[in-house]
């Protein structure tokens, strides 16, 4: 076996491969790290090369010496000499190549064995334009003594191991242009100063001032402009759709257009259920699924008059009762006012009374709540004035009356209030034609009904209404309570406490009473009589 003794290089181990299969007829270096096998006499080999250049890498190698990974490093070692045309592999192995050779550099770097061993005569290392992908290949690094490093035209990424370059300081050329590497501040270490802003093109690593001053500038001006947009954005929101706003933001009771028409599906005729000359009456749905009504006035009025009017609104969007439509707010345009209610029915009293003829407590309990709210509004509200006809209160789903027409500034007295719900009250039971004669404002119907006997009272009662042998007393309790509220000749009209206590005794009666097996008919009537028939 012939042995080259030319010290401090890697070739001591050549002659041995060169010994196996001669160069140029082996196969590749996959097959022969699969296919060749220490030859006997290799550990004396070693252990005689360590003693002659104990600078070999290998001899340092700790605590025992790994000879079947520098047997492999061997055949990796010969391969690589040759595909980096090297002129003689067998005396020299000074630099490796494979710049442009992309389907073998990937294979011979991921060799760790090799480079961990790397043979001390390589001075250049060249991996340039070979599009490969990863970190950086720090196992290069492990040639401490290279002169030169191209690693270009790549696409490694991450950062730059700035503190494994310290042991090269041979390293004189140093190319890392054209890779994907983090931005880092490799312009402000030591490491940069040994190199030009030439190793670091477009790498990655080195900030790029033009871009960097592209980004100052899209900050600077950007930002301003952004705080700048979000404030109109807030603004346009406190003015125009406050509602988009937390709840804690919002101004409460005040509408605006924008929330109006976003209601309305943009004052959609979908959603008009309403109109006059001057008043639009649309249904709508607010931002959080409430719905509600909007009555719009499209009337010029003076500053004046339109400035009492949100005043009045802002006292009514106080009231709160169960008998009365609540008031959510108002909202003022340059074109129309408007203000927003509840969403209730339809249905008023007077259509409700019309109808399949509701029984004797169902009536008595919407008077009772008429009632209710009146004692409110007199103790809490006085300058609140209201309607109460059958026409104006509505009724919701479980039979509770709503007062849905009320307004401030006009301080009736409560003897007024009380007729006027003295009329009220007339109108739950009697026949419309003894209605009639009310309105007119006959005083002498008032002495004609109190002067008559049963079976006359019974031809003015409402023929819809059930009168039974058990609840007539009722009626004509709470009939006698209605002519005292109308009577103008009466100076002691009965207060809102009596008329409540009247009708809620009456109210509370009615639900104790069995089920009438005797029905008083309005259909046959005999003068002075009363005709019973049994079910």
Same mark, same amino acid.
């Given at each position: 076996?012939?042995?080259?003794?030319?010290?401090?290089?890697?070739?001591?181990?050549?002659?041995?491969?060169?010994?196996?299969?001669?160069?140029?007829?082996?196969?590749?270096?996959?097959?022969?790290?699969?296919?060749?096998?220490?030859?006997?006499?290799?550990?004396?080999?070693?252990?005689?090369?360590?003693?002659?250049?104990?600078?070999?890498?290998?001899?340092?190698?700790?605590?025992?010496?790994?000879?079947?990974?520098?047997?492999?490093?061997?055949?990796?070692?010969?391969?690589?000499?040759?595909?980096?045309?090297?002129?003689?592999?067998?005396?020299?192995?000074?630099?490796?190549?494979?710049?442009?050779?992309?389907?073998?550099?990937?294979?011979?770097?991921?060799?760790?064995?090799?480079?961990?061993?790397?043979?001390?005569?390589?001075?250049?290392?060249?991996?340039?334009?070979?599009?490969?992908?990863?970190?950086?290949?720090?196992?290069?690094?492990?040639c401490t003594q290279i002169q030169s490093l191209d690693l270009s035209i790549n696409a490694f990424s991450g950062d730059i191991p700035i503190q494994s370059f310290s042991p090269l300081t041979n390293l004189t050329f140093l190319n890392l242009s054209y890779n994907c590497f983090s931005e880092s501040k490799v312009s402000d270490s030591q490491f940069?100063?040994?190199?030009?802003?030439?190793?670091?093109?477009?790498?990655?690593?080195?900030?790029?001032?033009?871009?960097?001053?592209?980004?100052?500038?899209?900050?600077?001006?950007?930002?301003?402009?952004?705080?700048?947009?979000?404030?109109?954005?807030?603004?346009?929101?406190?003015?125009?759709?406050?509602?988009?706003?937390?709840?804690?933001?919002?101004?409460?009771?005040?509408?605006?257009?924008?929330?109006?028409?976003?209601?309305?599906?943009?004052?959609?005729?979908?959603?008009?259920?309403?109109?006059?000359?001057?008043?639009?009456?649309?249904?709508?749905?607010?931002?959080?699924?409430?719905?509600?009504?909007?009555?719009?006035?499209?009337?010029?009025?003076?500053?004046?008059?339109?400035?009492?009017?949100?005043?009045?609104?802002?006292?009514?969007?106080?009231?709160?009762?169960?008998?009365?439509?609540?008031?959510?707010?108002?909202?003022?345009?340059?074109?129309?006012?408007?203000?927003?209610?509840?969403?209730?029915?339809?249905?008023?009293?007077?259509?409700?009374?019309?109808?399949?003829?509701?029984?004797?407590? &169902? %009536?008595?309990? +919407?008077?009772?709540?008429?009632?209710?709210?009146? *004692?409110?509004? $007199? @103790? #809490?509200?006085?300058?609140? =004035?209201?309607?109460?006809?059958?026409?104006?209160?509505?009724?919701?789903?479980?039979?509770?009356?709503?007062?849905?027409?009320?307004?401030?500034?006009?301080?009736?007295?409560?003897?007024?209030?009380? &007729? %006027?719900?003295? +009329?009220?009250?007339?109108?739950?039971?009697?026949? *419309?034609?003894? $209605? @009639? #004669?009310?309105?007119?404002? =006959?005083?002498?119907?008032?002495?004609?009904?109190?002067?008559?006997?049963?079976?006359?009272?019974?031809?003015?009662?409402?023929?819809?209404?059930?009168?039974?042998?058990?609840?007539?007393?009722?009626?004509?309790?709470?009939?006698?309570?209605?002519?005292?509220?109308?009577?103008?000749?009466?100076?002691?009209?009965?207060?809102?406490?009596?008329?409540?206590?009247?009708?809620?005794?009456?109210?509370?009666?009615?639900?104790?009473?069995?089920?009438?097996?005797?029905?008083?008919?309005?259909?046959?009537?005999?003068?002075?009589?009363?005709?019973?028939?049994?079910?």
């Amino acid at each position: 076996m012939i042995m080259a003794t030319i010290s401090s290089t890697w070739y001591l181990f050549l002659p041995i491969i060169l010994s196996l299969c001669p160069i140029t007829q082996c196969a590749t270096v996959v097959e022969d790290l699969k296919n060749l096998h220490q030859p006997p006499d290799f550990n004396s080999t070693i252990l005689s090369n360590c003693l002659k250049n104990p600078s070999l890498r290998h001899c340092s190698s700790s605590p025992m010496m790994d000879l079947d990974e520098i047997f492999k490093f061997t055949i990796v070692a010969s391969h690589l000499c040759n595909e980096s045309k090297n002129p003689n592999c067998v005396e020299s192995f000074p630099k490796v190549d494979l710049r442009n050779r992309p389907n073998i550099a990937p294979l011979y770097l991921s060799f760790d064995f090799f480079w961990k061993y790397c043979p001390l005569s390589i001075m250049s290392i060249d991996l340039s334009n070979n599009s490969m992908k990863g970190d950086f290949p720090t196992d290069v690094l492990y040639c401490t003594q290279i002169q030169s490093l191209d690693l270009s035209i790549n696409a490694f990424s991450g950062d730059i191991p700035i503190q494994s370059f310290s042991p090269l300081t041979n390293l004189t050329f140093l190319n890392l242009s054209y890779n994907c590497f983090s931005e880092s501040k490799v312009s402000d270490s030591q490491f940069f100063k040994r190199f030009n802003s030439s190793s670091f093109l477009h790498s990655g690593a080195l900030l790029d001032h033009k871009r960097f001053t592209v980004k100052a500038v899209v900050l600077l001006v950007g930002f301003p402009i952004l705080v700048i947009l979000m404030v109109v954005c807030l603004v346009w929101l406190c003015f125009q759709r406050p509602d988009f706003l937390p709840s804690k933001l919002q101004r409460s009771r005040r509408f605006t257009p924008a929330i109006l028409k976003a209601a309305t599906a943009g004052f959609s005729n979908n959603n008009l259920v309403g109109m006059s000359d001057v008043v639009y009456i649309y249904k709508g749905i607010l931002r959080d699924g409430t719905e509600v009504k909007i009555e719009m006035y499209w009337d010029d009025i003076p500053r004046d008059s339109y400035r009492k009017f949100v005043e009045e609104c802002k006292v009514l969007s106080k009231l709160h009762h169960k008998n009365l439509v609540r008031v959510l707010g108002w909202c003022r345009s340059r074109k129309f006012r408007a203000i927003i209610t509840e969403w209730t029915k339809e249905e008023n009293v007077e259509m409700w009374l019309s109808g399949s003829g509701p029984p004797w407590n &169902h %009536r008595l309990k +919407v008077l009772m709540g008429v009632v209710e709210c009146m *004692r409110y509004l $007199q @103790e #809490e509200w006085p300058e609140v =004035d209201y309607e109460l006809n059958t026409s104006s209160i509505l009724l919701s789903d479980y039979v509770e009356p709503l007062i849905s027409r009320f307004k401030v500034g006009d301080q009736n007295s409560n003897r007024r209030k009380i &007729h %006027r719900f003295g +009329v009220f009250l007339l109108e739950m039971i009697l026949t *419309r034609k003894v $209605q @009639e #004669e009310f309105d007119r404002g =006959d005083a002498g119907t008032i002495r004609y009904m109190r002067t008559l006997n049963p079976a006359d009272l019974k031809q003015m009662i409402d023929e819809k209404l059930e009168v039974t042998e058990t609840n007539f007393h009722q009626v004509k309790q709470v009939l006698s309570l209605g002519l005292m509220c109308i009577d103008q000749s009466n100076k002691e009209q009965p207060s809102l406490a009596l008329i409540f206590n009247t009708i809620a005794r009456a109210y509370k009666t009615s639900l104790l009473l069995p089920s009438a097996n005797h029905r008083i008919f309005h259909g046959e009537r005999f003068k002075g009589q009363m005709r019973v028939q049994t079910r």
